[in-house]
């Protein structure tokens, strides 16, 4: 298990996310530039094996050459105790072979837009001398918007040099080999053409032109057999389109494509209103190649001849020596033989027509006689082809045989090797495959024990589509396909299932220092939920993240809460009201008394107190208060001081400044 491993310092592996006979695919995360890959790595049983390894890396290397858009784009080739791993563009979508299992047929218009781009990919590899050499819908992804993305140029290039003896590798490309490759010869820029007009074929049918109950005798039909018209089982292909496939995938490539520019210009044209109902396309037949009757020659023609004879047919005759007769018997015998001859000539016509209708005449009209051959396991319009060439009359009787392929004789009656008059009936069985089952309903189920249960059914594959969702691991949410209740043979198909792998898990980053906004919308992108509280700092400018909670590199469900504390920036000091007690002294003395009725108070002259505040709130050149005094008299002087700023009072009495004093605001601790 490689989950959690980080390679080349850098690639951190996450989950497994596909698979082949060859190499594992995972979903990994590039640490440095900060981006999803895919990391495909090779199985360990190819670990040892030091041609595969150098071969692997010289192709890996050419195939990172390639910079197109519809080609996968690999980043990095490595290896690191004994794992070696291709790092590559990480496309979020699915293989064209799946794509092909969820919607084919397609119409031809789609088909032909997916068909040209996988053209466009290959041509710029061929520009840069790379043969795919595995072009098939596993080897090709597609997104969303659907972009085709070309994939495993390293790995076909370099598997073809090595033993094709491992079943799952031939089997997973042989549906899709050219002519050349399967007699075992070189493979080239017009092998990569068959594969893409087989591809085609199947993207407009959903289904492969050959199959077989071995890659062997599939390889044979590619080799033997000429590509069945697409129209068979989609009438609605326009013909232009079914010329295109009928050419990429003739069997001589002389009669292909010349180059993938010739087939893409063809592509660009083939839905044109003009070409719709064009002629069918038929492979050119040169001279001295059609296969010619060699007429048959009995060998009695020859006897006694030497080689430089011509064989000439005689007849005999009776001849006499014309000196043994005399004239005189010559005219005696004329007459007489002459009625012998009619009489005899009458009788013998007679008894050879009684004889003609009796016994010969039977004869003739008697239907000839046909060596019957074997026609088991032999295609069913293949046996009645042969049937009606050879005037004999069938009788088809179907029946279900797991073990014959649809369509294919099992038995005959009578046998291989009888002779039976022409117009005789031959009863042939043939196999209707498996039986179809009635597909159960697994939602809700745990996927593992289902795909047991299935491939112990002889299913032809399980497959599962992760889905993020709040079931728990394993289960299954959703029967794609075949549909539950639906009749299905097993060992024709492929089960797929969508499949909860959890809450999605992400990893938070370390949002301290960012901008609220950026911090907001970082979680927004990551299905997460920002929880925003504010605080002043003194250090931390106002609008940045002081703190999160979860901390940053740790692992949270989507859909989790992030604490976030954003700086209100250094906090703002209050304004200070201070004041002060000052005592001003009354200075004049007391007048002399008119009577003895004067009071003291009588005799005291007032002293005018003004006092003058400047603050906040107080103008320094205007009056704040004004008192006349005849004692000794205590005033309260209020005052607002702003920060970093100071207050200044001036008490004046008779006019005279008696008190001034200023206050600082860093001079008062607390303050009300």
């Given at each position: 298990?490689?989950?959690?491993?980080?390679?080349?310092?850098?690639?951190?592996?996450q989950s497994l996310i596909g698979g082949g006979g060859m190499a594992n695919v995972y979903l990994g995360f590039d640490?440095?530039?900060?981006?999803?890959?895919?990391?495909?790595?090779?199985?360990?049983?190819?670990?040892?094996?030091?041609?595969?390894?150098?071969?692997?890396?010289?192709?890996?290397?050419?195939?990172?050459?390639?910079?197109?858009?519809?080609?996968?784009?690999?980043?990095?080739?490595?290896?690191?105790?004994?794992?070696?791993?291709?790092?590559?563009?990480?496309?979020?979508?699915?293989?064209?072979?799946?794509?092909?299992?969820?919607?084919?047929?397609?119409?031809?218009?789609?088909?032909?837009?997916?068909?040209?781009?996988?053209?466009?990919?290959?041509?710029?590899?061929?520009?840069?001398?790379?043969?795919?050499?595995?072009?098939?819908?596993?080897?090709?992804?597609?997104?969303?918007?659907?972009?085709?993305?070309?994939?495993?140029?390293?790995?076909?290039?370099?598997?073809?040099?090595?033993?094709?003896?491992?079943?799952?590798?031939?089997?997973?490309?042989?549906?899709?080999?050219?002519?050349?490759?399967?007699?075992?010869?070189?493979?080239?820029?017009?092998?990569?053409?068959?594969?893409?007009?087989?591809?085609?074929?199947?993207?407009?049918?959903?289904?492969?032109?050959?199959?077989?109950?071995?890659?062997?005798?599939?390889?044979?039909?590619?080799?033997?057999?000429?590509?069945?018209?697409?129209?068979?089982?989609?009438?609605?292909?326009?013909?232009?389109?079914?010329?295109?496939?009928?050419?990429?995938?003739?069997?001589?490539?002389?009669?292909?494509?010349?180059?993938?520019?010739?087939?893409?210009?063809?592509?660009?044209?083939?839905?044109?209103?003009?070409?719709?109902?064009?002629?069918?396309?038929?492979?050119?037949?040169?001279?001295?190649?059609?296969?010619?009757?060699?007429?048959?020659?009995?060998?009695?023609?020859?006897?006694?001849?030497?080689?430089?004879?011509?064989?000439?047919?005689?007849?005999?005759?009776?001849?006499?020596?014309?000196?043994?007769?005399?004239?005189?018997?010559?005219?005696?015998?004329?007459?007489?033989?002459?009625?012998?001859?009619?009489?005899?000539?009458?009788?013998?016509?007679?008894?050879?027509?009684?004889?003609?209708?009796?016994?010969?005449?039977?004869?003739?009209?008697?239907?000839?006689?046909?060596?019957?051959?074997?026609?088991?396991?032999?295609?069913?319009?293949?046996?009645?082809?042969?049937?009606?060439?050879?005037?004999?009359?069938?009788?088809?009787?179907?029946?279900?045989?797991?073990?014959?392929?649809?369509?294919?004789?099992?038995?005959?009656?009578?046998?291989?090797?009888?002779?039976?008059?022409?117009?005789?009936?031959?009863?042939?069985?043939?196999?209707?495959?498996?039986?179809?089952?009635?597909?159960?309903?697994?939602?809700?189920?745990?996927?593992?024990?289902?795909?047991?249960?299935?491939?112990?059914?002889?299913?032809?594959?399980?497959?599962?589509?992760?889905?993020?969702?709040?079931?728990?691991?394993?289960?299954?949410?959703?029967?794609?396909?075949?549909?539950?209740?639906?009749?299905?043979?097993?060992?024709?198909?492929?089960?797929?299932?969508?499949?909860?792998?959890?809450?999605?898990?992400?990893?938070?980053?370390?949002?301290?220092?960012?901008?609220?906004?950026?911090?907001?919308?970082?979680?927004?992108?990551?299905?997460?939920?920002?929880?925003?509280?504010?605080?002043?700092?003194?250090?931390?400018?106002?609008?940045?993240?002081?703190?999160?909670?979860?901390?940053?590199?740790?692992?949270?469900?989507?859909?989790?809460?992030?604490?976030?504390?954003?700086?209100?920036?250094?906090?703002?000091?209050?304004?200070?009201?201070?004041?002060?007690?000052?005592?001003?002294?009354?200075?004049?003395?007391?007048?002399?008394?008119?009577?003895?009725?004067?009071?003291?108070?009588?005799?005291?002259?007032?002293?005018?107190?003004?006092?003058?505040?400047?603050?906040?709130?107080?103008?320094?050149?205007?009056?704040?208060?004004?008192?006349?005094?005849?004692?000794?008299?205590?005033?309260?002087?209020?005052?607002?001081?702003?920060?970093?700023?100071?207050?200044?009072?001036?008490?004046?009495?008779?006019?005279?400044?008696?008190?001034?004093?200023?206050?600082?605001?860093?001079?008062?601790?607390?303050?009300?």
């Amino acid at each position: 298990m490689l989950e959690g491993k980080v390679l080349g310092e850098r690639y951190k592996v996450q989950s497994l996310i596909g698979g082949g006979g060859m190499a594992n695919v995972y979903l990994g995360f590039d640490s440095i530039l900060k981006r999803e890959v895919a990391i495909k790595v090779l199985k360990l049983e190819y670990a040892n094996d030091d041609d595969f390894i150098r071969r692997f890396h010289r192709e890996a290397q050419n195939a990172t050459s390639l910079s197109h858009p519809n080609i996968v784009t690999i980043y990095d080739v490595d290896d690191e105790n004994d794992i070696y791993y291709m790092v590559m563009e990480y496309v979020n979508g699915m293989t064209l072979k799946r794509y092909i299992q969820l919607h084919a047929p397609l119409d031809p218009e789609e088909a032909v837009m997916i068909t040209a781009q996988i053209a466009e990919a290959i041509q710029h590899a061929h520009d840069h001398h790379i043969i795919h050499r595995d072009i098939k819908p596993q080897n090709i992804l597609m997104t969303r918007d659907k972009q085709v993305k070309v994939t495993d140029f390293g790995i076909a290039l370099a598997l073809s040099s090595t033993s094709m003896t491992q079943t799952n590798a031939v089997l997973g490309s042989v549906h899709y080999l050219s002519p050349e490759q399967a007699r075992g010869g070189l493979a080239n820029t017009k092998s990569d053409i068959y594969s893409l007009g087989i591809v085609l074929f199947e993207l407009l049918t959903g289904r492969l032109p050959f199959s077989g109950q071995s890659a062997v005798s599939v390889a044979l039909k590619h080799l033997q057999q000429v590509v069945p018209p697409v129209k068979k089982w989609a009438k609605d292909v326009p013909q232009s389109v079914e010329n295109v496939v009928l050419k990429s995938t003739a069997k001589d490539p002389l009669n292909r494509y010349q180059s993938m520019d010739e087939f893409i210009e063809d592509l660009r044209t083939v839905l044109d209103e003009d070409r719709l109902h064009e002629a069918p396309f038929q492979v050119p037949i040169i001279e001295g190649d059609e296969t010619k009757q060699v007429p048959v020659i009995q060998e009695s023609l020859f006897q006694n001849q030497s080689g430089d004879d011509t064989v000439v047919h005689r007849k005999s005759a009776m001849v006499q020596d014309p000196s043994t007769m005399t004239a005189k018997n010559k005219k005696e015998t004329s007459k007489q033989k002459k009625i012998i001859w009619g009489s005899s000539i009458a009788v013998l016509i007679l008894l050879f027509s009684l004889l003609f209708s009796l016994f010969v005449l039977p004869i003739l009209l008697q239907p000839d006689d046909v060596e019957l051959i074997d026609l088991t396991d032999r295609d069913r319009e293949e046996a009645k082809r042969w049937l009606e060439n050879n005037n004999l009359t069938y009788d088809i009787e179907e029946v279900y045989d797991d073990s014959v392929d649809v369509n294919v004789v099992i038995s005959q009656s009578p046998d291989s090797g009888r002779f039976v008059k022409e117009e005789t009936g031959v009863d042939l069985v043939v196999s209707l495959g498996e039986e179809p089952v009635g597909m159960e309903d697994y939602t809700d189920q745990s996927y593992s024990q289902v795909e047991r249960l299935l491939l112990n059914q002889d299913f032809q594959n399980v497959q599962r589509i992760d889905v993020y969702s709040e079931e728990p691991v394993g289960t299954i949410l959703t029967q794609v396909e075949p549909q539950p209740g639906s009749d299905v043979v097993p060992s024709e198909t492929i089960v797929v299932f969508e499949v909860s792998v959890g809450k999605r898990m992400v990893t938070l980053d370390d949002l301290i220092g960012l901008d609220e906004l950026e911090a907001r919308d970082y979680l927004t992108d990551k299905n997460l939920v920002a929880k925003v509280t504010e605080a002043h700092d003194n250090e931390v400018q106002e609008g940045e993240v002081i703190r999160q909670s979860p901390e940053g590199d740790v692992e949270v469900e989507e859909g989790s809460v992030v604490n976030l504390v954003v700086s209100l920036g250094e906090e703002e000091k209050p304004v200070k009201t201070y004041k002060e007690e000052v005592t001003v002294s009354y200075t004049l003395d007391e007048l002399p008394a008119d009577d003895e009725n004067t009071t003291t108070e009588e005799r005291l002259i007032p002293q005018e107190v003004r006092i003058y505040i400047g603050d906040v709130s107080h103008d320094s050149e205007k009056t704040y208060q004004v008192q006349m005094i005849t004692e000794d008299t205590t005033f309260t002087i209020p005052m607002e001081i702003a920060p970093d700023d100071q207050a200044v009072y001036r008490i004046e009495r008779d006019d005279q400044t008696v008190v001034q004093k200023t206050i600082r605001y860093e001079d008062i601790e607390g303050g009300e």
